[in-house]
């Protein structure tokens, strides 16, 4: 609490002095901050203080600020807007180059262009060949400032080296070894680099079993290695190992989170991250889903038509046909929510495909003989109709094994077609559920009719 | 697919020399992995081959290794129990003060403290220490290896102490300042330190507005903050910002993953993380859940009951109970997803409670409404009924905004009541609103009875 008041008075000062014209202390205040409180601040700011602020920070100082902004922030297109173009430009080329390619994607291609045009040759360059790698690649999460030296060097050569280009790395932790043709040949941290005596060579205190990502790898699988291995950066290279490269922990939490939310959005039908819309937006995001789901509800609605005769000779059968639908749906949602977990987390998809149907439609006979018995001995006490008992009782058996299996197969077969198998919603597997539960329910009870009606 | 091809070489190779009892191939071999690939390679071992690397490796080797281990991994019991106990004590003791108390809080109360016992007392008092700390705390989470200075010296002799310390430290690209009361005045990073002149003073460059956090902090807020800033490790204090250990990102990434895997498993009604059991212990973990919405699916049961003769009179009404009730559940369920992640990611909640409520209800009758006319011109089509297909349309509208406030509502009582509003589970929320949803359906249908019954 203390710390975020601190940090309004902050604020409030700041203001002070853009309204002031108070170009010094701005400067003074305003740079002493953390470049994420930075980015607080900048946000709070109407046009026309924004405007004060290109005036008063130069492109490197904007840059560091800009670095710290959200790639997602959906003002970053009116922010470039309002600068000069060549200040816009000269900003962009000094964000580190990672954070530049995320912002250039927001804006269309012609402003893009435009921005690049205005830039020296070489840092255009550098950020062309970033835009080029696929979305959600390691390519596209890398940034190029790592720091890369040759073997054949003393520690105390390396060290020279590292103090120079240490201002504008992501990250000096590792260094990066490389031979002539820019082959990744060891890595080693700085943290050796400082134990070691100043004449060792490099070659023979580096660690030649680098652990390095491809370019084109899936950004999770860049993230599980992340995890495995507890790195601050990893190096990317191309087919032929040169190093491209590198990926740092920073880049790799947003991705982790990026996954977490579009998992749990999957599992809801609705994309959690964008919650600051009003209604009517609100409700044109979902309501795709739901219509979709709607004319797939028809189905079980004109099933149960189908079925007319049979409910208005024994009307009891409607009573228990939400409790099964809705039992089998729970069911059929766990299901989905382990097969797409286990998914995730397996790297020997073939064995775990069988292994995980298998053992749900197990665990759906189980979790349904044990459910169903329950509601056999409920409608026994309830309506003193034994028969009807093992009506609902067997029919909610079988629903939940087939809401288990169905539950399981779906991400399988997602996975299988190349999608991601998160995007299988729980409201997908409940409606599909309804369906194929009213069909067991109502083929059970035509089966038994004649015993259960008094 | 190279990379693990070697490695299973390496592996190979690996159970050669313990077949032989080449105990210097064994270490050189072992020892020139990283620790996770160390940590693999060992938990693919039978006891026999375990107790040979017990003997091979001495008690800072296999610490090392052990750090690596994940803390939920269900053997350590037994890994810890086949050791000599001096040797497990002393590894204990060699591993970061952090991992070894996840360690030892796997296991009960007797062992921990015959291990505890059997350490030198600095060891132990460090690890007690942090075993008192509430589960899911910054305090829980930190290290004790961290590298502290007093700010009275130069750049020159704070390089020196940080290359003593460097081996032992869990990180050294931070470096606290701290006062002659062990008080938290700054930081300063090992980018800086080398960067700077040999003569200055550390006094002189280290940034005094450090970001900490309380020893008593929620795990998922001191995530938030290394979400913010992009730190690499940030400072533990007490309430007199005395200087207690570090956090570092690697374990914020296992405590953004948990978080992650916990809403996740809340959604879906069922832990998603544990998914290598067999079928009947599955089950038994799902039932409880499905036990427990099946009663209140029972008070829907009788609630369709209740209008029997409803239902006989006009048997076509059941035909639209499982679209009502699962089209709202579905949309609840959206409302729900979005309420949770709205509340994890806002810091004002009082005004964001309201706010919510109000969006969700608003963003109900919208979809409810373009839902429900959909369905309305549907049953007008295929019934050629326009009365029923309004008694569907309209319950369908109702439905969908109750779902709606109360998939919004829940998460914002659980969280008033202090509970992770993320346990708010979809099954929970289906389930409900079937029932309010038959409620709806069948009050609007009695309303109607004499119009549509042709």
New interface residues.
């Given amino acids: 609490m203390d ?1 975020t008041q601190e940090l309004e008075e902050r604020f409030a000062q700041l203001r002070e002095d853009l309204k002031g014209n108070y170009l010094q202390d701005f400067r003074e205040n305003f740079l ?3 470049i ?1 409180e930075q980015s607080q601040f900048y946000q709070t700011l109407e046009k026309k203080q924004r405007q004060l602020v290109y005036a008063y920070l130069s492109p490197k100082e904007l840059a560091d600020m800009f670095d ?1 902004l959200e790639e997602d922030n959906e003002n970053i297109k009116d922010y470039l807007g309002e600068m000069r173009a060549n200040y816009a430009s000269e900003m962009l080329a000094q964000m580190y180059t990672d954070n530049a390619v995320d912002l250039l994607n927001t804006l269309d291609k012609k402003q893009m262009g435009k921005y690049l045009s205005l830039m020296d040759e070489e840092d255009a360059s550098e950020i062309k060949e970033l835009l080029h790698y696929e979305d959600e690649t390691a390519g596209a999460i890398m940034t190029t400032e790592f720091v890369s030296i040759v073997a054949n060097q003393t520690v105390r050569s390396a ?1 020279y080296v ?2 120079k280009v ?2 504008a790395a992501e990250t ?2 590792y260094t990066y070894v490389v031979d002539q043709d820019n082959q990744l040949v060891g890595v080693i941290s ?2 050796d680099l ?2 070691s005596d100043d004449d060792e060579m490099v070659a023979d205190i580096l660690n030649d ?1 680098v ?1 390095s990502v491809h370019v084109g790898d899936d950004q999770e699988d860049v993230a599980q290695t ?5 790195f ?1 950066a990893l190096p990317v290279t191309d087919y032929e190992d040169h190093l491209l490269g590198i990926v740092t ?2 880049d ?3 991705v ?2 990026d996954e ?2 579009s ?3 999957g ?4 994309n ?2 964008e ?1 600051h819309e ?3 937006k ?2 044109s995001k ?2 795709p ?3 979709t ?2 004319f797939l ?2 189905a ?3 099933l ?2 189908h079925y ?1 005769a049979l ?2 000779e024994a ?2 059968l ?6 099964i ?3 089998a ?3 059929g ?2 299901s ?3 097969a ?3 998914l995730a987390f397996n790297d020997n998809k073939a064995k775990s495909y069988l292994q995980t149907i298998f ?1 749900e439609v ?2 759906g ?3 349904g003989f ?2 169903g018995l ?2 056999l001995v ?1 409608v026994w006490i ?1 309506k003193g109709n034994p028969i009807l008992g093992f009506v609902i009782g067997m029919a909610m058996m079988c629903a939940i094994t087939v809401a288990n299996l169905a539950g399981s197969l779906i991400p399988m077969f997602m996975d299988k077609l190349g999608f991601d198998p998160a995007v299988a919603s ?2 997908f597997i ?2 599909l559920s ?1 369906l194929t539960s ?1 069909l067991i329910y109502f083929n059970i009870a035509s089966l038994f009719m004649s015993y259960f009606i008094g």
Wanted: charged share 20%; net charge negative.
């Fill in positions: 710390e002493e901050m953390h994420y710290a060290m590292l103090k240490a201002k000096i932790y700085l943290r400082l134990v079993r652990i992340f995890r495995d291995y507890d601050l922990v920073d790799i939490i947003d982790i989170d977490a939310a998992d749990y959005s599992l809801a039908g609705v959690v991250e919650v009003n209604p009517v609100a409700a979902r309501l889903w739901l219509i789901l709607l509800g028809m079980t609605a004109s149960i038509n007319e409910v208005s009307s009891i409607a009573a228990f046909i939400t409790l639908t809705g039992t749906g729970n069911a949602t766990q989905l929510a382990v797409v977990r286990r053992g197990l665990t006979v189980v979790t044990i459910t329950t509601i409920i309830w729980g409201p409940t409606t309804d009213v």
